[in-house]
């Protein structure tokens, strides 16, 4: 992140720990020790001070130097006038190369810790778009399998529970209707591409994990995070099928 050429070899990130693993951007980066504690603290910093952090990286400083160069007090208010809305500029430690930084685009949101939606793969390797979109135009999808398929793709973050896409899709609050829907068509699915679908502990198949990866959010439904993949495949087809 920082730069600096004092770094000890072997420190790396990742915020994908999905497989195959990689130790190549965008997958993993190498980093010093203390932007990688700084990077892992950022949930529960004071507001404002991860941004101040980027702005000390951004202007050439290494990420040993954060704490050296400015006190607590000073480090405080100006995270403060950043949480605040006001514009904050650091003067040039050093030259570096513009941006834009891979770090800018990491979220404050603690859920992204667990949360499927904040992987950029899923756990598991899932089809390719590809491969989706011909088992999509292979079967006869009812309109409320499409609805649901679309309302699920275009979802904030991918990511809804059954009961918001029973609704958004279905026109009921009755979350058991789109589980049945979704989980026939997944199922169909599943067959079609012959994939190994997630299994429950007593060993019966979760079909839905071929389309989406599901989390129970603390105070909140179940939620399922649609697969990249087919996210891709669905926002296609859906464009060739309202096309025609």
């Not at 999808?141 to 499409?146: A, F, H, I, R």
Request: charged residues 25%.
């Amino acid at each position: 992140m920082c730069d600096d050429p004092d770094r000890p070899q072997g420190e790396w990130h990742s915020e994908d720990y999905s497989e195959p693993f990689s130790f190549e951007p965008p997958q993993s980066y190498p980093l010093c020790k203390p932007c990688h504690a700084r990077l892992h603290k950022r949930f529960n910093a004071m507001p404002g001070e991860w941004d101040l952090f980027c702005l000390h990286l951004e202007a050439g400083g290494y990420g040993s130097e954060f704490v050296q160069v400015r006190g607590l007090a000073e480090r405080r208010a100006l995270s403060e006038r950043i949480a605040s809305g006001c514009k904050v500029e650091l003067p040039v430690t050093r030259a570096r190369s513009p941006g834009p930084y891979w770090w800018r685009s990491l979220t404050l949101d603690p859920e992204a810790l667990v949360a499927p939606w904040a992987r950029p793969r899923p756990l598991r390797p899932r089809p390719g778009a590809a491969a989706y979109l011909k088992a999509f135009e292979s079967l006869s999808v009812s309109g409320s399998q499409l609805l649901l398929l679309h309302s699920h793709a275009t979802s904030p973050r991918r990511t809804a529970t059954m009961r918001a896409l029973a609704k958004a899709a279905l026109g009921t609050d009755n979350p058991k209707t789109a589980n049945l829907v979704y989980g026939n068509l997944a199922r169909q699915l599943t067959s079609i591409l012959d994939w190994e679908p997630d299994r429950r502990k007593d060993g019966s198949p979760i079909w839905m994990s071929l389309i989406a990866e599901g989390w129970y959010p603390p105070g909140r439904e179940y939620e399922w995070t649609m697969v990249p993949s087919a996210a891709e495949a669905m926002r296609f087809w859906a464009g060739i099928a309202e096309a025609i």
